[in-house]
T-cell receptor, first 112, second 113 residues
Framework: RKEVEQDPGPFNVPEGATVAFNCTYS??????FFWYRQDCRKEPKLLMS???SGNEDGRFTAQLNRASQYISLLIRDSKLSDSATYLC?????????????FGTGTQLKVEL | NAGVTQTPKFRILKIGQSMTLQCAQD?????MYWYRQDPGMGLKLIYY???????DKGEVPNGYNVSRSTTEDFPLRLELAAPSQTSVYFC????????????FGPGTRLTVT
């Protein structure tokens, strides 16, 4: 089983739609959770951290369920500029460096 | 702040050639990382460093070497390039004392033929 699993998509949605991405992780010792965004042929950039209490940043809401080892990202009122690949990322501080484990990403295409 | 910079942006190597991918950061981060990303795949950690003079293997270190003589620089050396090393290479840095966010460079696209 992969350490971090995501539906690869692509998710093709019309502008203004709400779209949700899911992610599961296998290591219960994982400590921190993130969503990164990667545009085509670009480097990944942090979109938002994910907390157990859930957190919101504008149109983006992230949720963590530690019991189910499940992370989600909800994008409301999607824009053309949201088209990208969204990477679910999990951190486990091993004491020798905070190593991030990346999912393979979910591709989102927002269309007119 | 330039952040994390990588050179070159693109490179084509012949099988058996060697090269060094350069990475530098100006954020005074102690932690630096090298990843590779193959098409449709997640990022795989090659090597990482928690400070000058300290390096350690990641998930896929075979065929690569690193050094960290300064806080700023973390070069990745490919010896005897093979077609399996065709990939996009990303360097990243972080300061876990502040947050676990890793800041990535723009990447080097390497083709080995």
């Amino acid at each position: 089983r992969k350490e971090v699993e995501q539906d690869p998509g692509p998710f093709n949605v019309p502008e203004g739609a709400t779209v949700a991405f899911n992610c599961t992780y296998s290591n219960s010792a994982s400590q921190s959770f993130f969503w990164y965004r990667q545009d085509c042929r670009k480097e990944p950039k942090l979109l938002m951290s994910v907390y157990s209490s859930g957190n919101e940043d504008g149109r983006f809401t992230a949720q963590l369920n530690r019991a189910s080892q499940y992370i989600s990202l909800l994008i409301r009122d999607s824009k053309l500029s949201d088209s990208a690949t969204y990477l679910c990322v999990v951190n486990k501080d091993t004491g020798g460096g905070n190593k991030l484990t990346f999912g393979t990403g979910t591709q989102l295409k927002v269309e007119l | 702040n330039a952040g994390v910079t990588q050179t070159p942006k693109f490179r084509i190597l012949k099988i058996g050639q060697s090269m060094t991918l350069q990475c530098a950061q100006d954020m005074n981060h102690n932690y630096m990382y090298w990843y590779r990303q193959d098409p449709g795949m997640g990022l795989k950690l090659i090597y990482y460093s928690v400070g000058a003079g300290i390096t350690d293997k990641g998930e896929v270190p075979n065929g690569y070497n690193v050094s960290r003589s300064t806080t700023e620089d973390f070069p990745l050396r490919l010896e005897l390039a093979a077609p399996s090393q065709t990939s996009v290479y990303f360097c990243a840095s972080s300061d876990p004392g502040l947050s676990y966010e890793q800041y990535f460079g723009p990447g080097t696209r390497l083709t080995v033929t």
